[in-house]
């Protein structure tokens, strides 16, 4: 008679043990994800900020400079987006992206540049000194000054200031084309 009693507290500490470990997996997960949060002890490696609340190509109704829609194709974008006219900081955004195009080597054919303002046709004078850039008009009042990335499903993904138009956008640019399974 001495064994199923034995054998009925076995059970009942194995279970209470159990329970126990499943409680301290789940409340141990829990606490990481309280400490991870907004400024946490874990963050993210990009240099830019992502775009919040999401914006994406079609809520913007972008237009060519030939007056077509604008679509994304299966290629990512680096977009330049002045306020008003394209003055100093624009331009030598638009010089610092010309370079870094070139620093991408390989995953040059992949990205490709464009300068985003109201009317498309008041820069026209900057394709002379960039042929491949594209001039794009639209509705910006969704978007701040600044740099762009967009991915080929037409998402903005992050921003930058004008003058972090340098290393912070190729670094978060070279990741984001190392991991992409698109474009």
Known sequence: MDKPARSASSSRTQLVLIVVIALASV???????LLAGEGGLWGTSNKGAFVDPPVTVADLGL???GGEAFEPGRTWWLWVVPQGECGDACRNALHQLRQLHV????????VRR????ERADAEAALVEHYPRLELLSGNLAALDRGIYVVDPLG???FHYALEDAGGPVLDDLKRLLKVSQIG
């Open 27 to 33: 409340g141990g997960a829990y606490v990481l994800f």
């Open 114 to 117: 464009a300068l985003v303002t």
């Open 155 to 157: 998402n903005l993904v």
């Open 63 to 65: 237009r060519r400079r």
């Open 103 to 110: 620093l991408l080597n390989r995953d040059s054919a992949r």
